[in-house]
T-cell receptor, first 113, second 110 residues
Framework: EAQVTQNPRYLITVTGKKLTVTCSQN?????MSWYRQDPGLGLRQIYY???????DKGDVPEGYKVSRKEKRNFPLILESPSPNQTSLYFC????????????FGPGTRLTVL | RKEVEQDPGPFNVPEGATVAFNCTYS??????FFWYRQDCRKEPKLLMS?????NEDGRFTAQLNRASQYISLLIRDSKLSDSATYLC???????????WGAGTKLIIKP
């Protein structure tokens, strides 16, 4: 089954404790991205990647890092989480050569205390 | 001004009614347009693309007005299962950039 997976689905942590949210897709998509979704603000892009070892900042990259060492994986790293990073996070992937549909993971609900 | 704007709603609509919502975009060079549906606490999923001539998929009709820079979604004979948030998405003038509206919440009441 074609899908995007994220782990963990739920996470409660404390300020300053480094964490990683994993994302993996099995559709061989070149393009992957991370979003955060907050009430009234919609989806805001954090980082995106056009292919392996190619990443770039989205609209709200501060406080986040990403890496793309393999095509299927695109982890999101919070080196020192703060309460304003409490949000719902979505990973997504898209086939740039094919259609326009973007496929999303199920989301990770992060709470930083 | 936001690049993509939607009325946040919620739209409370009786079952069986027709409901329509619009989305405006600011970049006249935008190339492609989409509607995504997002159920509560779930991931967004593509509902339909929006073509220049307008398109229909069952009870759903999408239209594009380039002159006024808006797209619309019409839902006929609304069902309880149509309750969701509808996200307007605009592809900019690059192949990778998708710009998301904040969504319109629709609640269908029996």
């Amino acid at each position: 089954e074609a899908q995007v997976t994220q782990n963990p689905r739920y996470l409660i942590t404390v300020t300053g404790k480094k964490l990683t949210v994993t994302c993996s897709q099995n559709m061989n998509h070149e393009y992957m991205s991370w979003y955060r979704q907050d009430p009234g603000l919609g989806l805001r892009q954090i980082y995106y990647s056009m292919n392996v070892e190619v990443t770039d900042k989205g609209d709200v990259p501060e406080g986040y890092k990403v890496s793309r060492k393999e095509k299927r994986n695109f982890p999101l790293i919070l080196e020192s989480p703060s309460p304003n990073q409490t949000s719902l996070y979505f990973c997504a992937s898209r086939d740039l050569a094919g259609g326009n549909e973007q496929f999303f993971g199920p989301g990770t609900r992060l709470t930083v205390l | 001004r936001k690049e993509v704007e939607q009325d946040p709603g919620p739209f409370n609509v009786p079952e069986g009614a027709t409901v329509a919502f619009n989305c405006t975009y600011s970049n006249s060079a935008s190339q492609s347009f989409f509607w995504y549906r997002q159920d509560c606490r779930k991931e967004p999923k593509l509902l339909m693309s929006v073509y220049s001539s307008g398109n229909e998929d069952g009870r759903f009709t999408a239209q594009l007005n380039r002159a006024s820079q808006y797209i619309s979604l019409l839902i006929r004979d609304s069902k309880l299962s149509d309750s969701a948030t509808y996200l307007c998405v605009v592809k900019g003038d690059s192949n990778y950039q998708l710009i998301w509206g904040a969504g319109t919440k629709l609640i269908i009441k029996p």
